[in-house]
């Protein structure tokens, strides 16, 4: 991979107090790569993300981006850098679509909170991009679940970061919406050159639209590579013993029972 790496993990252990939920992660995030976070229920990829985002201190080890510890930086820097959809209800229902997705820019505003042209432009292009342009004024409490799971992927993209981290972003979503999903952020990561890591349960979609896979094994690591290569060397075979699925390798990405 020669593109630069954005965000990077060293001996990392995530957890909560004397409870580690996975330990010795080595991670890298690459510019205009698209990962896809899979590992069985309870494993700590909720956790993981937290941690990555600076949000949940680390157990042991660092996660860097720009050569700075996300966990010492300034919280309006960090949110220059890393932009975090998490699966936690958005208490926002007084707000409209618009309005929501505009808390995106705030790392990017003055002290008064005023919007440049360049402020709405981003707001109007996550819009768009999420295909919400629609509700924009209606309020976000009379948004389906799936209506306002996109606005808050939309808020994400109009903070306009490096990287992007997203807990289950397709849940709620049915299957023509989730593809949809993955494909814009696939073509973000490409198309602005951005790191983009996600958790899904769709084993199928991350295998067909995603660049890269990270496995999670808890106390045993991490595994990264290509799908391809996750199939082939039974690495997700090995991630998911136990769950009753087994992998066709031949290259029709097919998950069997």
């Known amino acids: 991979m020669n ?11 995530i957890g909560y107090g004397t409870i580690r939920l996975a330990e010795q992660l080595a991670i890298q995030l690459h510019a205009g790569s698209l990962t896809a976070l899979l590992g069985p229920n309870g494993i700590g990829k909720s956790t993981l993300l937290l941690t990555l985002a600076g949000l949940q201190k680390p157990l042991n080890g660092h996660v860097l981006t720009s050569g700075q510890n996300v966990h010492t930086m300034a919280a309006k820097e960090r949110a220059r850098k890393i932009a975090l959809v998490t699966t936690r209800r958005t208490d926002a229902a007084l707000l409209t679509v618009e309005a929501l997705v505009g808390l995106g820019r705030h790392p990017w505003t003055g002290p008064w909170g005023r919007f440049s042209a360049a402020d709405q432009e981003a707001v109007e292009r996550a819009m768009d991009q999420a295909d919400i342009k629609h509700l924009r004024d209606r309020s976000v409490e009379h948004c389906s679940d799936g209506e306002r799971q996109k606005v808050v992927i939309a808020r994400a993209l109009a903070q306009e970061t490096p990287l992007l981290l997203l807990d289950e972003p397709t849940a709620f979503l049915d299957l023509p919406n989730r593809a949809a999903i993955v494909r814009l952020l696939r073509d973000k990561a490409a198309t602005d050159v951005r790191a983009v890591l996600f ?5 199928q979609l991350a295998l067909d639209l995603c660049d890269r896979l990270l496995l999670m094994r808890g106390k045993e690591g991490v595994w990264q590579g290509t799908p391809q290569e996750a199939l082939r060397s039974g690495e997700l075979q090995r991630t998911f013993a136990g769950a009753g699925v087994r992998f066709d390798a031949e290259g029709t990405h097919r998950f069997l029972r």
Do not use: V
């Open 3 to 13: 593109n630069p790496t954005l965000l990077g993990t060293t001996d990392l252990a």
């Open 199 to 203: 958790s899904t349960h769709d084993l």
